[in-house]
């Protein structure tokens, strides 16, 4: 079994999960179950499907779910901009929010590369 709490790729959907929380809390509340709830399953499934595929005994388990977690943390991004440019966010707040969202992306991106090249 792998740990997942020594991941960098974990860390930051952790972090971009707990962010989205609190960014989506001052959205618009006829947005309470479209955007704002979308928003908030992308974002916990990032970290969710680390955990999930951690506990797999198989490398292409493990992989599949960290191509799932790398799914989610781009439909993050994009609704993360669709939120910005429907001025649900302020530029400080979404700048903020959507680096940690490209930032786990990539780390997500690099360890996926890296497993499937040791395979």
Excluded: W
Excluded at 25 to 31: I, R
Excluded at 48 to 77: H, M, P, T, W
């Amino acid at each position: 079994m792998r740990d997942y709490r020594k991941l960098r790729a974990f860390e930051l959907a952790d972090q971009l999960a707990m962010a989205v929380y609190k960014c989506t809390s001052t959205f618009p509340k006829e947005e309470m179950f479209g955007l704002t709830s979308q928003l908030r399953r992308a974002a916990v499934s990032g970290p969710s499907n680390i955990v999930e595929g951690s506990a797999k005994s198989s490398q292409a388990d493990y992989v599949r779910f960290l191509e799932i977690a790398y799914g989610s943390v781009c439909e993050v991004e994009y609704q993360l901009s669709l939120a910005q440019r429907l001025s649900y966010l302020d530029e400080k707040s979404a700048t903020e929010v959507i680096a940690i969202a490209n930032e786990a992306a990539r780390v997500l991106n690099g360890l996926l590369r890296s497993l499937k090249s040791d395979s």
